[in-house]
């Protein structure tokens, strides 16, 4: 229902609505108005009829009688006689019209002076007003019907006019990269709706030349970056298995692996991101969490300074469906700053059924800074990484539902934990 409130036709047709009833009830009040003042002119005009008649015929008849019906009444006082008969509120009343409530019936009162007489002409205002009262019930059921008669047409005209945008939404919606992009502006007339189904037709297609170059970068990325990455590791293997090289020259190319190892990782884990799940469908794989964060531990003990120590609890061992390396380039996220950023002290990693935290008591971060953390290329006070991993750790948690939430103390560590979603396929080994 609130989508329909919020609708344009709901709006359109509110407006015929409003705008019926708004003509229905000007015509009503301008209909009663002028019934009133027609129904007074009548009453008037026939007053004025019976005083004529009454003076032309006591000009010929001195005797002649006043009008005594019941619509019309008359009254004549002379001045200086005694007035028994007349009602006292009609001789305080001067030479005019007049509305005059008499043993609570309205009357409309003409009173003339003549001749040294004063006359007094009544008209019973009952039938009138019932009369007026039955108009204006037939103005009010007139104004209703009118007013529903206004929001029906509305409603149908909205529709006809809505139907194209509709139609025009329903296509741009259902529009897929490899579609036919004219056929979103087809059947449309050359109007106001015509033109912007042909700018959404211009857009599409630079969107399918975007997703084309898009899909070439990836292969190309996916070809050129991995390939010498896995010469280097090749040759670095080779260079371990040679017996006469030293510890310095084995440290450095244990960090040459290392290096070569989260290269790998981040390029696969970009590649995966830069791929559209409607272009591709995505890996689903069965995660050990706590599998992979053991290991995570052990590939990243080589950033612990010696008065750093390391605590492990596995208070649940969930399986988490998703792609292993997107998983894994979190995990090690977290656990990575943890590490090189506590120079004393200990990092606690828990796992539960749903949750992943990773607590240190290392340098903290800015109270100014821990909102920036997740963008794009921020690197912090003190920061030695390339501001990419933060950001990356935000991108595949978007993808797959999960939550990052990181609270720290400057000064007193930092607290990182990873929600996963429900949605995930969680399960307890």
Same mark, same amino acid.
């Given at each position: 229902?609130?989508?329909?409130?919020?609708?344009?036709?709901?709006?359109?047709?509110?407006?015929?609505?409003?705008?019926?009833?708004?003509?229905?009830?000007?015509?009503?009040?301008?209909?009663?108005?002028?019934?009133?003042?027609?129904?007074?002119?009548?009453?008037?005009?026939?007053?004025?009829?019976?005083?004529?008649?009454?003076?032309?015929?006591?000009?010929?008849?001195?005797?002649?009688?006043?009008?005594?019906?019941?619509?019309?009444?008359?009254?004549?006082?002379?001045?200086?006689?005694?007035?028994?008969?007349?009602?006292?509120?009609?001789?305080?009343?001067?030479?005019?019209?007049?509305?005059?409530?008499?043993?609570?019936?309205?009357? %409309?009162?003409?009173?003339?002076?003549?001749?040294?007489?004063?006359?007094?002409?009544?008209?019973?205002?009952?039938?009138?007003?019932?009369?007026?009262?039955?108009?204006?019930?037939?103005?009010?059921?007139?104004?209703?019907?009118?007013?529903?008669?206004?929001?029906?047409?509305?409603?149908?005209?909205?529709?006809?006019?809505?139907?194209?945008?509709?139609?025009?939404?329903?296509?741009?919606?259902?529009?897929?990269?490899?579609?036919?992009?004219?056929?979103?502006?087809? !059947?449309?007339?050359?109007?106001?709706? !015509?033109?912007?189904?042909?700018?959404?037709?211009?857009?599409?297609?630079?969107?399918?030349?975007?997703?084309?170059?898009? %899909?070439?970068?990836?292969?190309?990325?996916?070809?050129?970056?991995?390939?010498?990455?896995?010469?280097?590791?090749?040759?670095?293997?080779?260079?371990?298995?040679?017996?006469?090289?030293?510890?310095?020259?084995?440290?450095?190319?244990?960090?040459?692996?290392?290096?070569? %190892?989260?290269?790998?990782?981040?390029?696969?884990?970009?590649?995966?991101?830069?791929?559209?799940?409607?272009?591709?469908?995505?890996?689903?794989?069965?995660?050990?969490?706590?599998?992979?964060?053991?290991?995570?531990?052990?590939?990243?003990?080589?950033?612990?300074?010696?008065?750093?120590?390391?605590?492990?609890?596995?208070?649940?061992?969930?399986?988490?469906?998703?792609?292993?390396?997107?998983?894994?380039?979190?995990?090690?996220?977290?656990?990575?700053?943890?590490?090189?950023?506590?120079?004393? !002290?200990?990092?606690?990693?828990?796992?539960?059924?749903?949750?992943?935290?990773?607590?240190?008591?290392?340098?903290?971060?800015?109270?100014?800074?821990?909102?920036?953390?997740?963008?794009?290329?921020?690197? !912090?006070?003190?920061?030695?990484?390339?501001?990419?991993?933060?950001?990356?750790?935000?991108?595949?948690?978007? %993808?797959?539902?999960?939550?990052?939430?990181?609270?720290?103390?400057?000064?007193?560590?930092?607290?990182?934990?990873?929600?996963?979603?429900?949605?995930?396929?969680?399960?307890?080994?």
């Amino acid at each position: 229902m609130s989508n329909v409130r919020h609708s344009l036709r709901f709006r359109l047709a509110t407006t015929f609505f409003l705008f019926g009833a708004s003509i229905s009830l000007l015509l009503s009040m301008g209909l009663s108005f002028a019934a009133h003042n027609l129904g007074e002119h009548l009453m008037d005009e026939t007053l004025s009829a019976e005083m004529d008649d009454y003076l032309f015929r006591r000009a010929r008849n001195p005797q002649a009688l006043l009008p005594a019906t019941v619509s019309v009444r008359g009254f004549v006082h002379k001045q200086g006689d005694a007035a028994a008969d007349i009602p006292p509120e009609l001789l305080r009343l001067t030479p005019g019209k007049h509305e005059l409530l008499l043993d609570d019936i309205p009357y %409309r009162v003409a009173v003339f002076d003549r001749d040294g007489e004063r006359y007094f002409m009544l008209f019973n205002e009952i039938q009138q007003h019932h009369r007026e009262q039955e108009f204006l019930v037939y103005l009010v059921f007139g104004a209703l019907i009118a007013t529903l008669m206004s929001a029906g047409i509305g409603w149908f005209l909205a529709g006809r006019v809505v139907a194209p945008l509709t139609e025009l939404a329903r296509r741009v919606s259902a529009a897929k990269p490899e579609d036919e992009v004219h056929e979103v502006a087809k !059947g449309f007339d050359d109007n106001e709706i !015509g033109k912007l189904a042909g700018v959404f037709g211009g857009y599409l297609t630079r969107m399918k030349a975007f997703i084309d170059r898009e %899909r070439a970068f990836t292969l190309d990325v996916s070809h050129e970056l991995r390939t010498p990455l896995a010469i280097v590791q090749g040759a670095v293997e080779l260079m371990e298995g040679d017996n006469t090289l030293g510890n310095k020259q084995r440290e450095r190319l244990a960090r040459i692996t290392r290096a070569n %190892r989260e290269m790998t990782g981040i390029t696969s884990a970009l590649l995966l991101m830069a791929r559209e799940e409607t272009l591709a469908e995505p890996v689903v794989q069965n995660c050990d969490v706590w599998k992979l964060v053991a290991d995570t531990v052990e590939a990243h003990r080589y950033l612990l300074n010696e008065t750093t120590t390391v605590e492990l609890a596995c208070i649940s061992q969930p399986h988490i469906e998703a792609e292993r390396t997107l998983l894994g380039i979190v995990v090690a996220n977290l656990i990575r700053n943890a590490f090189a950023y506590t120079d004393s !002290g200990k990092v606690s990693i828990a796992l539960e059924d749903d949750t992943l935290t990773v607590t240190d008591t290392g340098r903290g971060i800015p109270e100014q800074e821990i909102g920036k953390i997740f963008q794009r290329q921020f690197k !912090g006070s003190g920061s030695t990484g390339s501001g990419i991993g933060l950001s990356l750790v935000k991108r595949i948690c978007d %993808r797959y539902g999960w939550e990052a939430v990181i609270k720290s103390s400057p000064g007193h560590g930092t607290s990182a934990r990873l929600i996963f979603a429900k949605s995930s396929a969680l399960s307890t080994g």
